[in-house]
């Protein structure tokens, strides 16, 4: 059987085309790549002889119903490793996006460390899945702007990095290539392959945690940038002037940042200063409660973040976003307050019913987006 990676020509275009939207009929493919059905037909019944393809379902067509092909779960593994929050996570998936092993372990946030446990968190998974299992790649997901050739964090304020070149050391250490990803955008690449979003040509994330993650779709494919900051808001300094008392010392080293008042992080320290629990859950139940400096620092964060949010939507003009959130801000008075602001700040002509998506933080989805990375960069690389 043929490595999904190895193919050259038009099977390896047909093979990025249907790994690119998951599942595909062989007219879908013949109108994609411009050429023949007849054509397509030589090559699928090819791809499905090496098993590299294989049919998962059908749909009814105008006079018979149409194949949908997609890849065989057999003819690629791939891994994604989190570090996204603790514990951090790793994924040994099939090219569907389907988990066939995970695995949470935890490390010392300097790079060194981090490389050796992933390393080892790698060996875990190979040792736990099929000795048939043809890994071809890892993903490596993490808050931070990254390199263009994902080799290199260049900075992370939440792991403390600053040119980190981990990707050809775990690499060297595992023998596989390794390509390092935003976590944002690999969240976003998981949406856009396997997720809600999957047949969404335009749609944005922000993503509430320890920071502030923003990623943003075009044509079903995340825009990076030249770091892979596209869209990023979590350092916008969006305080000054806009919210009350002096404006907040932020991780990157200014001061003010949206991160400073409507992270998890930057919630929870506005709730010390202010004699309250830091937790969210807590701080949650004292605002519906009524307790006035809760309501407050609830009420000013779902503002800020709101408002950039806006900002957001007035540039991209995406059909979606989708906000991911703790569990304890999910529901309650920050994401009402939340919703009721972002209304209020949209311009008319972009108020659209579902326009705006609460989700709650699932971290596997996560890793399973670093593996997604880790499959795109593979698969859809320009054919040799
Ligand atoms: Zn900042």
Redesign the pocket.
């Known amino acids: 059987m043929k490595d999904a990676s190895s193919l050259e020509g038009l099977p390896r275009r047909v093979v990025a085309m249907i790994a690119q939207h998951g599942e595909m009929t062989r007219a879908d493919i013949a109108l994609k790549l411009g050429i023949s059905k007849g054509r397509v037909s030589v090559i699928t019944t090819h791809l499905l002889d090496q098993r590299i393809i294989e049919h998962h379902a059908s749909i009814s067509g105008a006079r018979r119903p149409s194949a949908l092909l997609r890849l065989s779960p057999s003819a690629a593994t791939f891994i994604g490793i989190s570090l996204h929050c603790r514990p951090f996570i790793a994924v040994a998936t099939d090219p569907n996006g389907n988990t066939i092993f995970q695995h949470a372990f935890y490390s010392d946030s300097d790079p060194d460390s981090c490389i050796e446990s992933i390393c080892d968190a790698i060996d875990v998974l190979r040792k736990n899945c099929s000795i048939s299992a043809r890994f071809l790649a890892v993903g490596l997901s993490l808050p931070g702007y990254i390199s263009a050739d994902k080799q290199t964090c260049i900075t992370s304020?939440v792991l403390g990095w600053e040119n980190a070149e981990i990707g050809h050391e775990i690499a060297r250490v595992v023998g596989l290539p390794v390509y390092l990803e935003n976590d944002t955008n690999a969240l976003a690449t998981y949406e856009a392959m396997f997720g809600s979003m999957r047949r969404v040509p335009a749609f944005a994330i922000v993503a509430v945690g320890d920071g502030i993650g923003t990623a943003y779709t075009m044509n079903h494919t995340v825009y990076r940038g030249e770091n892979g900051g596209a869209g990023e808001l979590?350092?916008l300094p969006i305080a000054p002037g806009l919210f009350d008392g002096v404006p907040r010392p932020?991780?990157?080293g200014?001061r003010g940042?949206l991160?400073?008042i409507a992270s998890s992080r930057g919630i929870s320290s506005r709730a010390e200063e202010e004699g309250l629990p830091q937790d969210l859950g807590r701080l949650s139940n004292l605002a519906r409660e009524g307790n006035e400096k809760a309501l407050h620092i609830l009420h000013t964060a779902a503002a800020a973040l709101s408002f950039s949010m806006s900002n957001l939507i007035q540039i991209l003009d995406p059909s979606h976003l989708i906000v991911v959130l703790p569990e304890e801000l999910l529901h309650g008075v920050f994401a009402i307050a939340l919703r009721q602001t972002f209304e209020q700040n949209l311009m008319p002509g972009f108020k659209r019913v579902n326009l705006l998506i609460l989700q709650r933080h699932n971290t596997f989805h996560w890793a399973v987006g670093a593996a997604c990375v880790a499959a795109r960069s593979v698969l859809l690389s320009p054919h040799p």
């Open positions: 304020t979590a350092h932020c991780r990157c200014n940042c991160e400073t």
